[in-house]
């Protein structure tokens, strides 16, 4: 039977896409060219800011002195559960070294990019989770140069709490700066600061374009849209729990899809009753996003069995996959495309947003079939070396001459007949590459 919608989108998460491209181009080519003047005239335009754009050390301890401590401690939490996981990640990177053949010695090693720019949101909401996760995977990789940056409120700055995390999780700046320009100083190095190899961390459309043209010159984390949610349950899941989670992803914002598939309609109608009574039980501002993006964006699926469920969570990749069911190790090993995965009710998609320690910068809109989340891994390149005897180099020189010219590629095998005369000087060699 294929899949059965109890209740299927109008809309998809880029149904409202609006072309942004030629303003953020103009803002970024304006700031390339007049500097930091420019990116001063932006900020007093879309910031309404007017203080330190780079934070000193005073400024950084008096907004640290107004968090509490009881956020302070949350904030070290989860600052030291992110830390851990990162430092578990980096230790899987390896130097090798091999012999490939006798005389000839390649091998790799790990480096960390030299700068990094980390965009931390700070609109209408404090985005203290996406300080710690995008500043502390910086450091633990190794990076020379952090910076933070996150757009000030207006004539008042960035909320303490994220100068807080973005300074104990190791920024060696913080920029208050939003947007695009906040993206292009990072960039381009305006204010002094190091000009950033990675651009990383959520934004509106207006930061993720932004990332979007200056991928190339930089580096960025990925590509972002609207954040999703698909939750897979069986007959033993909690309504009230799968449709808690929906609800509470839903509030992201109004375009963000949330999905159910099921093999169980009685949960399914079950959930379709209790989500509508969660949404309005929501403060304002959240109930308005999680109703839109529930009315236009949610679905709930109904399969067959549990391999038909995986294959629809396969299909969607989305970018936080939670498995309410039983067997768990099964869906762990069948399970292929999903930013980050959630094994059981006891784990939910807000501990891995907030504190459980694997990032929550996810692969987006289908991204997860190519590409995972941010990790110390995206601020590190893999970089390959060579050295040989002269013994070693004789066969490849060999084979490198042949090719070459096969390709007609004159000039590189002429690199490798030369060594051959040197090394060898009494050997004939043929270096044609034949019929």
Same mark, same amino acid.
Request: a negative charge.
């Given at each position: 039977?294929p899949?059965?919608?109890?209740?299927?989108?109008d809309?998809?998460?880029?149904?409202?896409a609006?072309?942004?491209?030629?303003?953020?181009?103009?803002?970024?080519?304006?700031?390339?060219?007049?500097?930091?003047?420019a990116?001063?005239?932006?900020?007093?335009k879309?910031?309404?800011?007017?203080?330190?754009?780079?934070l000193?050390?005073?400024? +950084?301890?008096?907004?640290s002195?107004?968090?509490?401590?009881k956020?302070?401690r949350?904030?070290?939490?989860?600052? /030291?559960?992110?830390?851990?996981?990162?430092?578990?990640?980096?230790?899987?990177?390896?130097?090798?070294?091999i012999?490939v053949?006798?005389?000839?010695?390649?091998?790799?090693?790990?480096?960390?990019?030299?700068?990094?720019g980390?965009?931390?949101?700070?609109?209408?909401?404090?985005?203290?989770a996406?300080? +710690?996760?995008?500043?502390?995977?910086?450091?633990?990789?190794g990076?020379?140069?952090?910076?933070?940056?996150s757009?000030?409120?207006?004539?008042?700055?960035i909320?303490?709490?994220?100068?807080?995390?973005?300074?104990?999780?190791g920024a060696?700046?913080?920029?208050a700066?939003g947007?695009?320009?906040?993206?292009?100083?990072?960039?381009?190095g305006?204010?002094?600061?190091?000009?950033?190899?990675?651009?990383?961390?959520p934004?509106?459309?207006?930061?993720a374009?932004?990332?979007?043209?200056?991928?190339?010159?930089?580096?960025?984390?990925m590509?972002a849209?609207?954040?999703?949610?698909?939750?897979?349950?069986?007959?033993?899941?909690?309504?009230?729990?799968?449709?808690?989670?929906?609800?509470g992803?839903? /509030?992201?914002?109004y375009?963000?899809?949330?999905?159910?598939?099921?093999?169980?309609?009685?949960?399914a109608?079950?959930?379709?009753?209790?989500?509508p009574?969660?949404?309005?039980?929501?403060? /304002?501002?959240n109930?308005?996003?999680?109703?839109?993006?529930?009315?236009?964006?949610?679905?709930?699926?109904?399969?067959?069995?549990?391999?038909?469920m995986a294959?629809?969570?396969d299909?969607?990749?989305?970018?936080h996959?939670?498995?309410?069911?039983?067997?768990?190790?099964?869906?762990?090993?069948?399970?292929?495309?999903?930013?980050?995965?959630?094994?059981?009710?006891?784990?939910t998609?807000?501990?891995?947003?907030?504190?459980?320690?694997?990032?929550?910068?996810l692969p987006?809109?289908?991204?997860?079939?190519?590409?995972?989340?941010?990790?110390?891994?995206k601020?590190?390149?893999?970089?390959?070396?060579?050295?040989?005897?002269r013994?070693?180099?004789?066969?490849?020189?060999?084979?490198?001459?042949?090719?070459?010219?096969?390709?007609?590629?004159?000039?590189?095998?002429?690199?490798?007949?030369?060594?051959?005369?040197?090394?060898?000087?009494? /050997?004939?060699?043929?270096?044609?590459?034949?019929?």
């Amino acid at each position: 039977m294929p899949r059965k919608y109890l209740k299927k989108a109008d809309l998809t998460s880029t149904s409202d896409a609006t072309d942004v491209r030629d303003t953020v181009q103009k803002i970024l080519d304006d700031i390339e060219a007049r500097g930091d003047a420019a990116a001063m005239e932006y900020a007093a335009k879309f910031d309404k800011y007017s203080g330190n754009i780079i934070l000193t050390r005073e400024e +950084i301890d008096a907004a640290s002195a107004l968090v509490p401590e009881k956020l302070k401690r949350d904030i070290q939490f989860a600052h /030291e559960n992110v830390r851990r996981f990162a430092e578990a990640q980096k230790a899987t990177l390896k130097d090798i070294e091999i012999e490939v053949i006798p005389g000839l010695v390649a091998g790799q090693k790990s480096l960390p990019v030299r700068a990094a720019g980390c965009y931390i949101p700070g609109g209408r909401y404090s985005h203290i989770a996406s300080a +710690i996760m995008t500043v502390t995977t910086a450091k633990v990789a190794g990076c020379g140069g952090i910076v933070a940056c996150s757009p000030p409120r207006p004539e008042v700055g960035i909320a303490p709490a994220i100068i807080y995390a973005a300074d104990l999780c190791g920024a060696d700046t913080i920029l208050a700066m939003g947007g695009v320009q906040g993206v292009a100083s990072m960039a381009f190095g305006l204010f002094g600061l190091p000009r950033a190899n990675i651009l990383v961390g959520p934004g509106n459309q207006f930061v993720a374009e932004a990332k979007r043209i200056l991928f190339g010159r930089v580096g960025i984390d990925m590509f972002a849209g609207p954040t999703d949610s698909l939750i897979l349950a069986d007959k033993t899941a909690d309504a009230e729990i799968v449709a808690a989670d929906l609800v509470g992803q839903a /509030e992201h914002g109004y375009n963000s899809p949330v999905w159910l598939v099921t093999d169980d309609e009685q949960l399914a109608k079950r959930v379709l009753d209790i989500v509508p009574g969660l949404i309005a039980d929501l403060p /304002e501002l959240n109930g308005k996003n999680a109703e839109a993006a529930w009315r236009d964006y949610a679905e709930v699926i109904l399969c067959d069995d549990r391999e038909e469920m995986a294959a629809t969570a396969d299909d969607y990749a989305p970018e936080h996959l939670t498995v309410q069911a039983q067997d768990l190790d099964w869906w762990l090993n069948r399970l292929q495309c999903y930013g980050s995965l959630f094994l059981g009710e006891e784990t939910t998609v807000a501990f891995g947003d907030k504190a459980a320690g694997p990032n929550h910068v996810l692969p987006t809109s289908g991204a997860a079939n190519y590409t995972g989340g941010l990790s110390v891994h995206k601020y590190m390149k893999i970089v390959t070396w060579q050295r040989a005897t002269r013994d070693g180099a004789k066969p490849v020189a060999e084979a490198t001459a042949r090719i070459s010219r096969l390709e007609g590629m004159e000039g590189h095998a002429r690199t490798a007949d030369i060594r051959l005369k040197k090394y060898f000087p009494d /050997e004939a060699f043929d270096l044609s590459p034949g019929e």
